[in-house]
């Protein structure tokens, strides 16, 4: 069991909008603006999408954003493309003892 | 550019040790955090910890007992080792590397299967 809590799908039209939920607790998601959102491609290394919360790397598409609402993060990813369709996972300092924790993930299909 | 290559063997014997290695190429390991994340097939990441290039570690809590990181930046490399490995270690094993203690991974390798299995 993850300790931050994904949906295991969404599923999205081209061209569309999604949400995909990272709820943790106060003492991870809550507590901290450390959120970090990867993209991963079947086979693939993860790759970096968001950091902090709502920052995005060099490179990364601003159809990808991240939001943060008390103790669950969020990642939209607006005008949906066949190439967006992949795993998505969420990740988050905790503290001092557990200090990284990443979510199960969350599969969105591009229909 | 900056990349990571894992090495060591794919196939260990239960109750053995996991042993593998992280090249860094096009880029100075000094002075960034180095980590190990790991991916059973078909499931979720789960962080096994990070190594500074002072040799501080951090370690995930549910296997900080059988886990120990090194660094070689004389050769550019860092390493895990994970005792009395079972099934449930069986993964793709991933080294990253983030800016800060508590930067984000940028830069990836490829990620090497493991598999536990006599």
């Known amino acids: 069991q993850s300790a931050l809590t994904q949906p295991a799908s969404v599923s999205g039209s081209p061209g569309q909008s999604i949400t995909i939920s990272c709820t943790g607790t106060?003492?991870?998601?809550?507590?901290?603006?450390?959120v970090s959102w990867y993209q991963q491609h079947p086979g693939k290394a993860p790759k970096l999408m968001i950091y902090?919360?709502?920052k995005r790397p060099s490179g990364v598409s601003n159809r990808f954003s991240g939001s943060k609402s008390g103790n669950t993060a969020s990642l939209t990813i607006s005008g949906l493309q066949a190439e967006d369709e992949a795993d998505y996972y969420c990740?988050?300092?905790?503290?001092?003892?557990?200090?990284?924790?990443f979510g199960g993930g969350t599969k969105l299909t591009v229909l | 550019q900056v990349q990571l290559q894992e090495s060591g063997p794919g196939l260990v014997k239960p109750s053995e040790t996991l042993s593998l290695t992280c090249t860094v190429s096009?880029?100075?390991?000094?002075?960034?955090?180095w980590s190990w994340i790991r991916q059973p097939a078909g499931k979720g990441l789960e962080w096994i910890g990070r190594?500074?290039?002072?040799?501080?570690?951090n370690y995930n809590p549910s296997l900080k007992s059988r886990v120990t990181m090194s660094v070689d930046t004389s050769k550019n490399q860092f390493s895990l080792k994970l005792t009395s490995v079972t099934a449930a270690d069986t993964a793709v094993y991933y080294c990253?590397?983030?800016?800060?203690?508590?930067?984000?991974?940028?830069?990836w390798g490829q990620g090497t299967l493991v598999t536990v299995s006599s």
């Open positions: 902090e919360g709502s």
């Open positions: 190594i500074y290039t002072s040799g501080s570690t």
């Open positions: 990253a590397r983030a800016g800060g203690y508590n930067s984000p991974w940028v830069y």
């Open positions: 096009g880029g100075s390991i000094n002075s960034y955090y």
């Open positions: 990740c988050s300092y905790a503290n001092s003892s557990t200090h990284v924790v």
């Open positions: 106060s003492s991870d998601v809550g507590s901290y603006n450390l």
